[in-house]
């Protein structure tokens, strides 16, 4: 009797360690498919967010090359307005072209909001690279802010003294589609003047709202200039990390 009950017991033991060791096997692949689905979820986050802050950069580039133009123009604008020399109007046309242009920061990275509302952004391993993620928003905010007020300077005070002093088709005549849609192709924007409206930059130059509006906004955008030259650098940086993370 002794003997059976010996036997039966090991019997037992042996298939519950069997089950155990079962569920621990199952367990474990289970933990297994989760980390190798989570390690996959955050290979095609990085994917997204390499994507888009390559498009951040690449838009980042092109904004600052319209604020060098405007920055340009304006202080050629500037010395003409001050020199005694008779007054070029096709070439003050061209200039003046260039600083109707008013720079707007249209963020792609959409994703990196989306990571942060749903706490996805949790699957990123590198915490490194999680931090600055997080801080991408407030520091992009510096420079947008420095956009809105400028766009709203250009808009409610430098457009309409433009307009009361110059003949602006004789303006757009120098504007190019390529100015605004990087490789696109280079026609002039066809615009006929009226013969009624002609320009007088004598008193547009000696406007003291016009040349006060004009260093405002070119001080604005060295501003947003500067600014966004650190997030290029900043955007740079996060492109590299996730390149790592990657390979």
Known sequence: MENKTGKYFKYALGEIVLVVIGILIALSINDWNAIRIEK????????????????????MLYLNKIRARYLSASEE?????????????QKIDSLLMHTIYSPTYNDPVGSLSALTTSNSIDLISNNDLKVRLMAWPSELQDMVEGEVIENHMATNQYYPILYHYSSMAQIYKWFKISDINFDRDKNLVA?????????????????????????TRSTFLNISKHETLLLIGKAEDIINTIKSELQ
Do not use: C, G, M, R
Not at 77 to 89: A, G
Not at 194 to 215: D, M, P, R, T, W
């Open 77 to 89: 604008i500037l010395k003409i307005s001050n020199s005694n020399d008779e007054y070029n109007y």
């Open 191 to 215: 615009i006929i003047p009226s013969k009624h409206i002609n320009s007088n930059y004598e008193k547009l130059f000696k406007n003291a709202e016009f040349i006060n509006v004009l260093h």
């Open 40 to 59: 996959k979820d955050e290979q095609q986050i990085l994917e997204n967010l390499k994507t888009e802050f390559e498009s951040a950069k690449e838009q």
